[in-house]
């Protein structure tokens, strides 16, 4: 009964796999049976040999269901007498290929078989399809938990590390974005890859026409795709044409009135996508191009973007009607939603062609002279409103929202302006505040201005903006405003209204609003951690990482990395600064400034002065260009810090004057204190330059009872900067060390703090799957640069040099 031909082929440690088999270790310590459901080569049964392979003295048994319906009472005799064999004797039983719909009979019997099992004796089901009826009642009971198919898809970190592993040439974020961390389609694209770095195929080695293979095609059609319904079949055609379907689409476009069972199957296969939050589905990117069938008909694009249009969905609508090549049909959408389009993530460089003057035209235009840095255009385009005869609403809000970007027009000027038109026409609407960043003080334009000032005059700017602007702007003023209130170290006098705008949002919220309300809990917790508020920006992270924007996934990363329990996650801090080397490829814009803003800073902090240097030649200009003071007197503090390690003062001393000719009229603190004793030493230098250079501010009695630092002659803030710089320093560390010439690389860091906490090789190599050869040249290279022996003096090295904490 026992014989070999029931059992799985041996697994081979020879080969790389991914680890997924965690959930199924606390499964097991919890319920008897297991359910893995997912469609055909998701990795099911790969993942259940791997978890065996761990027990090698474990004795299992394998069914395989699709055949052993065939015979129902060959296979009641089976559980039978294996049932009396789980009496004496701890066994695993695996139940393969769960068919769709089993016989009655046999459903209740391995259901009560499951029932009963005895303790230390467990079940793994395999299935493509939802546990049956009879097996729910397990599922009610504790006795079987089920886990969906998502949890066997490659994660962006561990395609980095299987990439490393067989040493392909290829991108992981490029791996990801075309299977979606489809197990099977990964492991077919590394394994070409490779094979093609012998010289045995001389084809490309993108992982796109790795992808558009005729292997990996006909693997996809032929082991996951036939294996669907012909309902499921035709659906999933459709389905891959568009941006995304739900049940009433389907039923107003194609009329399909059985769509809503059929797109829930395909999403438990993993075959569409489920946005839970918005209740709809996408077909999963390994599918897109093989599923989708061609429509020529121009009418069907224009009726697909209509349907989009008029349920408020602008970016999905443009893509449909510029695919039908109809310029009427696109130029209508685009003013009926011209508010929305800028901000869509969808080009619109076609309306420099348009000679129209109407307010929603110019709008436009100056918006995308705004995002391309031609601000002679947007002036133009201002000027020509203000001409216009019409004195109607829509046109002075244009030109609000116009002038509210406009770099070089101060904010004092711009709620003139909105004054005046409010005493006229009431409200108005900013269409975007926050732009592509994550905090409201520093979004399409720098809003710093409207907190450095007396309270009378803040209170003033609060009560014009709550009474000219709506209820969403007004939420971004409260968040702009606990920023700096965070940010000049005030936290005490954030008013209970601004907390309400965080403690009130919900995971309905636009994905921009709990992105930023994500970043200033973060910010919030690095001054105080709070176990509570750890927990909810968790969740804010889980409700965010699963946004179709891409842009928003990246900055969830950096802002979860860079600024929530960075101290105690050094690792892995490091490593998402390693695999994010690649977005530094891409053109500076709007899309990206803020994450190259947050690389800078990582790799400051990691004593990667030349990769942050890299990435100021773009950044200063860019920030300078739009006048953002936030970030800019950040990035030039870091300017600082790299001239200082080079012993380059003079050009420390420049970039400390420029960054402080900024914070000197906003009174930033958080910035400066945030680089520890290298940011010190940096302030205590500067300061001591300014004390001999310019006597007559730092000689007279100094007075600490201002209340906060708005209030301080600009040489007693600079000292209260210093004096926090110094409290969150414990003791003075040299800053540079100049026998080391060489820094060290970021994977060097990474290993160094994996020595500091005590890891041996073996564990270093599993940590970063990396091969024990390479750990060990890791090693020297680091030992070599820091001029040490061995482990103990590496790490106290590194704290010397403040490497390590």
Not at 47 to 69: A, C, G, I, K, N
Not at 165 to 173: F, I, K, R, T
Not at 629 to 643: D, G, K, N, R, V
Not at 648 to 669: A, D, T
Request: glycine residues 4%.
């Amino acid at each position: 009964m026992f014989s070999s031909k029931t059992h799985y082929e041996p697994f081979n440690n020879q080969q790389y796999y991914i680890d997924k088999t965690e959930f199924l270790e606390k499964g097991m310590a919890t319920f008897p049976s297991l359910y893995i459901e997912g469609a055909a080569a998701s990795g099911k049964t790969t993942v259940v040999r791997m978890f065996l392979s761990r027990y090698p003295d474990m004795e299992y048994f394998v069914f395989w269901m699709d055949t052993e319906q065939e015979n129902p009472v060959a296979f009641y005799e089976k559980l039978e007498k294996l049932a009396d064999r789980m009496e004496k004797h701890s066994l695993w039983v695996i139940f393969e290929n769960m068919p769709k719909k089993m016989p009655p009979e046999m459903s209740v019997r391995t259901a009560k078989f499951l029932m009963h099992l005895p303790e230390e004796c467990h079940a793994i089901l395999i299935g493509r399809e939802c546990p049956e009826r009879e097996f729910l009642k397990l599922i009610w009971k504790r006795k079987m938990e089920l886990f969906p198919q998502e949890l066997l898809l490659f994660e962006r970190e561990e395609i980095r590390n299987f990439v490393e592993a067989v040493g392909s040439p290829l991108n992981p974020d490029e791996i990801l974005k075309e299977t979606g961390g489809w197990a099977g389609c990964v492991d077919m694209m590394l394994r070409m890859s490779v094979i093609q770095i012998s010289g045995v195929h001389k084809r490309s080695h993108s992982v796109e026409e790795l992808r558009q293979s005729y292997e990996i095609t006909s693997y996809i059609k032929s082991e996951i795709l036939e294996t669907l319904t012909s309902e499921e079949q035709e659906l999933m055609r459709r389905t891959a044409v568009c941006p995304w379907v739900n049940e009433k689409l389907c039923a107003d476009v194609w009329g399909i009135q059985w769509a809503e069972d059929c797109l829930n199957i395909l999403g438990r296969k993993g075959i569409l996508v489920h946005d839970m939050h918005l209740n709809r589905w996408k077909t999963a990117p390994l599918f897109q191009s093989v599923c989708s069938v061609s429509y020529n008909s121009f009418r069907f694009w224009i009726r697909l973007g209509q349907w989009y249009d008029g349920h408020g969905f602008v970016k999905e609508a443009l893509q449909c009607l510029k695919l039908s090549g109809k310029e009427k049909e696109i130029y209508s959408c685009m003013i009926r939603n011209y508010q929305k389009v800028p901000f869509s993530g969808i080009s619109f460089d076609e309306v420099m062609k348009w000679k129209e003057s109407i307010p929603e035209v110019c709008y436009l235009r100056g918006m995308y002279c705004y995002f391309h840095q031609n601000f002679e255009g947007l002036n133009r385009e201002i000027i020509r409103l203000n001409k216009m005869d019409s004195d109607e609403k829509k046109k002075k809000e244009i030109i609000l929202n116009l002038t509210y970007v406009k770099p070089d027009m101060s904010l004092e000027k711009w709620l003139n302006l909105l004054e005046s038109y409010a005493q006229k026409a009431g409200t108005f609407s900013l269409y975007s505040m926050l732009g592509n960043s994550v905090t409201y003080l520093c979004g399409l334009r720098d809003l710093s201005e409207l907190f450095a000032c007396t309270r009378k005059e803040e209170n003033r700017k609060a009560h014009l903006w709550r009474e000219c602007l709506g209820e969403n702007e007004y939420t971004g003023y409260c968040l702009a405003r606990l920023d700096y209130y965070l940010e000049i170290q005030q936290k005490d006098a954030i008013r209970d209204e601004d907390w309400d705008v965080i403690r009130e949002g919900t995971d309905q919220d636009f994905w921009q609003l709990r992105l930023a309300r994500m970043y200033l809990l973060c910010k919030f917790q690095t001054m105080q951690p709070d176990e509570e508020i750890a927990e909810y920006i968790r969740y804010l992270r889980e409700t965010l990482v699963y946004e179709e924007n891409e842009w928003c996934v990246r900055n969830v990363d950096a802002v979860d990395n860079l600024f929530f329990d960075r101290t105690n996650k050094r690792e892995r801090f490091s490593v998402w600064l390693l695999h994010s080397e690649d977005d530094l490829r891409q053109d500076l814009n709007e899309d990206n400034y803020l994450l190259f803003f947050c690389l800078a800073k990582g790799f400051i902090l990691i004593n990667q002065y030349e990769k942050a240097e890299r990435i100021h030649r773009k950044l200063i200009p860019y920030l300078q260009c739009y006048r953002r003071s936030y970030l800019l007197a950040e990035i030039l503090f870091q300017q600082a810090i790299i001239y200082w390690e080079g012993r380059e003062s003079s050009q420390m001393l420049r970039s400390m004057i420029e960054s402080f000719m900024i914070s000197g009229e906003y009174r930033y603190v958080r910035m400066y204190i945030d680089y520890g004793n290298r940011g010190r030493g940096v302030l205590e230098a500067y300061i001591e330059w300014l004390r001999s250079s310019r006597p007559e501010g730092w000689h007279r009695k100094k007075k600490y009872n201002y209340g906060n630092v708005l209030r301080m002659p600009l040489e007693d803030y600079m000292e209260t900067v210093l004096r926090l710089a110094k409290r969150e320093t414990k003791y003075v560390l040299p800053l540079q060390d100049h026998s080391v010439e060489e820094k060290l690389t970021i994977m060097e860091t990474v290993i160094l703090q994996d020595l500091a906490v005590g890891a041996s090789n073996a564990e270093i190599c599993k940590e970063l799957n990396l091969k024990l050869p390479t750990v060990k040249s890791h090693i020297y290279s680091l030992y070599k640069k820091l001029n040490v022996k061995n482990r103990i003096q590496a790490v106290l090295k590194g704290k010397e040099l403040g490497i390590l904490k």
